[in-house]
């Protein structure tokens, strides 16, 4: 019986190790499509051409899975977890309204207009949440 539990506590530590170093590759990855996105497309072989509309909306989706997963969580989670999603969100948001701005000179100005305030929005009413829970 002790040995079944051992067994078990080793597989969830392989398991949390390997977490982890998935998280560590999606925030690298994650760093390098925000600093250089152009290359990552490159590198990704979603440099456009042909198949620039697949590429479009291969990343289309990956946003919305990313916008599915942390509303969720935070429709389903905890007062603790709530706080914590807050944060990652006030983060996701921030970071696209910078996206949104540093992306003006290539699309056109209602284009640029609608992700930031949409993103600015967002990311004000996490910073108001934030700001709300570290008052408590």
Not at 26 to 37: E, S
Not at 62 to 70: K, Q, V
Request: aromatic residues 2%.
């Amino acid at each position: 019986m002790a040995d079944a539990k051992e067994d078990q506590d080793q597989k969830r530590d392989r398991v949390d190790d390997l977490m982890l170093h998935l998280a560590r590759g999606r925030v690298a990855l994650g760093a390098v499509a925000l600093a250089a996105p152009g290359l990552t497309a490159r590198l990704t072989g979603m440099g456009g051409g042909k198949d620039g509309a697949a590429s479009r909306d291969l990343v289309t989706r990956m946003f919305a899975a990313r916008e599915i997963a942390l509303g969720a969580a935070y429709l389903i989670g905890t007062d603790s977890d709530r706080r914590l999603l807050a944060r990652l969100g006030l983060m996701v948001d921030s970071l696209d309204t910078l996206s949104g701005t540093r992306s003006r000179k290539g699309l056109p100005l209602p284009i640029t207009a609608a992700a930031v305030v949409g993103a600015g929005g967002c990311a004000a009413l996490g910073a108001a949440k934030v700001a709300k829970d570290l008052i408590r």
